[in-house]
Nanobody
Framework: QVQLVESGGGLVQAGDSLRFSCSGS?????????MAWFRQAPGKEREFVAG????????TYADSVKGRFTISRDNDNNMVYLQMSILEPEDTGVYYC?????????????????WGQGTQVTVSG
């Protein structure tokens, strides 16, 4: 498994931008994994936000974040990022970085074997 650690959470205003970072261990393992971001709002189930395949050529976004969030990765440094803009109060929650050994991005959280501890973002309106 890949060990993952997120950073970058905080309290922001609606309309602000924020970037999450996720550091992974094991360069070889990290580079062949799908990387994704999920989030969990209070009282709700964890949901897929964005994912990227190992090469970075294929990305998938939840409809709720399309056009506002951008996922990227740096395999040389075992990093994955989530750039978020035009944040809304509905984006509030704990954001998790996740890794999957699958070849194609999937929104199914059960396909992800490695998870970070999560980082909180609160968007005030």
């Amino acid at each position: 498994q890949v060990q993952l650690v997120e950073s970058g959470g905080g309290l922001v205003q609606a309309g602000d931008s924020l970037r999450f970072s996720c550091s992974g261990s094991g360069r070889r393992e990290f580079s062949v994994h799908i990387m994704a971001w999920f989030r969990q709002a209070p009282g709700k189930e964890r949901e897929f936000v964005a994912g990227m395949n190992w090469s970075g050529e294929s990305t998938t976004y939840a409809d709720s974040v399309k056009g506002r969030f951008t996922i990227s990765r740096d395999n040389d440094n075992n990093m994955v990022y989530l750039q978020m803009s035009i944040l809304e109060p509905e984006d509030t929650g704990v954001y998790y970085c996740a890794a999957s050994p699958r070849l194609e991005v999937t929104m199914d959280l059960k396909s992800y074997a490695s998870w970070g501890q999560g980082t909180q973002v609160t968007v005030s309106g």
